[in-house]
């Protein structure tokens, strides 16, 4: 059975600091898809990024960054030079690659990220 | 482009209540569709998905039920709420035959007195 685990429930953080949120996850499959998304105060669950399995280059876009790591069944995200408007809750979500009815997604318990002005 | 609607944003109802949720997806076809609840405590919980009309999944037994008339509307239902179906629900689509992401609509707050 597939596991996510944002192990941090809350960060706080003072604008312009750099912050990184930890997922790590827990699949039998060799093909795999991990998400981030971020939900901000008004609810709505925003995607940010989805990288498969094969794919271990660590992305950059803008102010966010994203590792990749088979090794440690991680997937970590960093935001930096943080922001008021980065204030949200995260969420890492992984699919499984092999189940014919596997497009659900499993998802980690969220990381609350509050930052200070 | 793709746009999710899901309505109503917010909702209370008394315990007993029947339930109808509605979520309608434009700008794709044959799209997989998805309901989640979010409870107290953030963790997002799969309720339904759908592979396509008339087709339901359901991921935990519980008091609601899913239909899908027609290709891009998808409803949860209820025909009598209970105190522990309160929560944020979220409707969510997804490409259909490749592994794309979720898109979520802007989900609705339910309140059981």
């Known amino acids: 059975a597939q596991k996510v685990t944002q192990a941090q429930t809350e960060i706080s953080v003072v604008e312009k600091e750099d912050v990184t949120l930890d997922c790590v996850y827990e699949t039998r499959d060799t093909t795999y898809y991990l998400f981030w998304y971020k939900q901000p105060p008004s609810g709505e669950l925003v995607f940010l990024i989805r990288r498969n399995s094969f794919d271990e280059q660590n992305e950059i876009s803008g102010r966010y960054s994203w590792n990749f790591q088979k090794s440690t069944s991680s997937f970590n995200f960093t935001i930096t030079a943080s922001q008021v408007v980065d204030s949200a809750v995260y969420f890492c979500a992984l699919s499984e690659g092999s189940s014919g009815s596997a497009r659900q997604l499993t998802f980690g318990s969220g990381t609350q990220l509050t930052v200070l002005p | 482009s793709q746009t999710i609607h899901q309505w109503p944003a917010t909702l209370v109802q008394p315990v007993g209540s029947p339930l109808s949720l509605e979520c309608t997806v434009e700008?794709?076809?044959?799209?997989?569709l998805y309901w989640y609840r979010q409870a107290a405590g953030r963790g997002l919980q799969l309720l339904f998905y759908s592979v396509g009309i008339g087709q339901i999944s359901s991921e935990v037994p519980q008091n609601l039920s899913a239909s899908r008339p027609q290709d891009r509307q998808f409803i949860l239902s209820s025909k009598k709420l209970l105190l522990s179906d309160s929560g944020f629900y979220l409707c969510?689509?997804?490409?259909?035959?490749?592994?794309?992401?979720?898109?979520f609509g802007d989900g609705t707050r339910l309140s059981i007195l």
């Open positions: 969510a689509w997804s490409v259909g035959q490749r592994r794309g992401p979720q898109h």
């Open positions: 700008g794709t076809s044959n799209p997989n």
